[in-house]
């Protein structure tokens, strides 16, 4: 009963903050007092803070404002991408309070050593997180690539094509290195990089019977709906009989023409080039803004070959809208016009966040976590 209370009023306050005691009993069913004993665990366990009454309020009873407390404890997200490997720490609102990323050639070397390329950006944002006297509360692990249970229960990385990771456990091999770092006994999570950033979209407010569709190194579909755990592989969709084969064994998928690699090569360009977490504009984005004839035909075979591949999906899940993020989300508004010229009736909408939706919801699935379950995190 005191776990589900807690849980209640935390995800009340979560949800609605700044709050009064008063507002939460009321939404939450409860007796005053029985909110406030709950409150007060909460403040202690420094997951949530009374702010003190608002400036300017009338005179009579003050009304504290409760919110998720910003000096609480704080999540670690951490993305693995073909040439980097990113952190970040946000507190429990989901604010970004720290980021380092760095360059490295994940892709060319066996899963363990790419893993071995986070120790040092994990060991600089742990050292930030303990100058500023806050507890890590977990590491959300996530990368572009299908995420699927493991022979251990754990989920592992069964595909991630830019990394050339098959069968990883990511998992284990990111505990070897905490515990190098001497740093034992944390919360560690993997997911996909789409239904990563799905869910920082979602916490950023956007949610409804809505699908987002996004990712930096593949094409996927997630609902913005954390209570859904569907992650669709929409890069490997068929959407061309008799096309460009495709690594996956198919043929004619919508990577090839919509996928980072691909867009690249049809505008005539040698690679992909660096990842945009590295700081730096997508480059066929950036042909596209100097005019380039060949990265603007490479854009709009994308738009076409991505509403081929929405058709299906409109059919199957009715979504009302769908939200646009990751690297196709940042080729703007000629995309998203193209893609919604072709399906009438459906709402195409942009996402709020750029190239760091991913790795904020990596460390926003464990925010999740300590908001749905606060008596795990007072008790650990
Ligand atoms: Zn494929």
């Known amino acids: 009963m005191r776990r589900h209370n807690l849980a209640l009023v935390m995800n009340l306050i979560a949800r609605s903050a700044p709050v009064s005691r008063v507002e939460v009993a009321e939404r939450a069913g409860l007796t005053k007092a029985t909110v406030s004993a709950l409150v007060t665990e909460l403040i202690s366990a420094e997951l949530v803070r009374d702010l003190g009454p608002a400036p300017g309020r009338a005179p009579g009873r003050p009304a504290g404002r409760l919110v998720l407390d910003p000096y609480g404890p704080v999540a670690m997200g951490l993305q693995f991408g073909a040439d980097f490997a990113a952190a970040a720490l946000l507190d429990l609102s989901g604010r970004p309070l720290a980021r380092h990323v760095r360059r490295f050639d994940v892709a060319a070397v066996p899963a363990a050593e790419g893993a071995r390329a986070a120790r040092p950006v994990l060991r600089r944002l742990f050292e930030e997180a303990t100058l500023a006297g ?47 770092l001497d740093l034992h006994g944390l919360d560690v999570r993997l997911a996909g990089e789409v239904a990563c950033a799905a869910l920082a979209e979602y916490q950023a407010g956007a949610a409804g019977d809505w699908l987002y569709l996004g990712g930096e190194d593949v094409i996927g579909l997630a609902p913005l709906n954390p209570d859904l755990t569907l992650a669709g592989d929409l890069g490997h ?55 380039d004839p060949a990265a603007h035909r490479a854009r709009d075979a994308a738009a076409d070959a991505l509403a081929d591949a929405l058709v299906p999906v409109r059919a199957l899940l009715a979504p009302d809208t769908v939200v646009l993020g990751g690297r196709l989300g940042a080729f703007g508004e000629p995309l998203r016009r193209r893609v919604q010229d072709r399906l009438p009736g459906l709402v195409l909408r942009q996402a709020k966040l750029g190239a760091d939706a991913a790795l904020h919801g990596a460390a926003g699935s464990v925010i999740a976590r300590v908001i749905a379950d606060p008596l795990t995190w007072i008790d650990g």
């Open 134 to 180: 806050r507890l890590v509360a977990g590491i959300g692990i996530t990368v572009g690539g299908t995420v699927s249970p493991g022979p251990r229960g754990r989920p592992v990385v069964t595909w991630a094509p830019a990394l050339r990771w098959r069968d990883v456990d990511v998992i284990g091999l990111v505990s070897a290195q905490l515990r190098e």
């Open 237 to 291: 969709v068929p959407v061309r009989r008799r096309g460009e084969p495709c690594p996956c064994g198919n043929r004619g998928c919508l990577d090839r023409y919509a996928g980072r690699a691909a867009m690249a090569a049809a505008a005539g360009l040698a690679g992909p080039g660096p990842s945009r977490l590295l700081g730096n504009e997508d480059a066929v984005t950036g042909l596209i803004r100097r005019g």
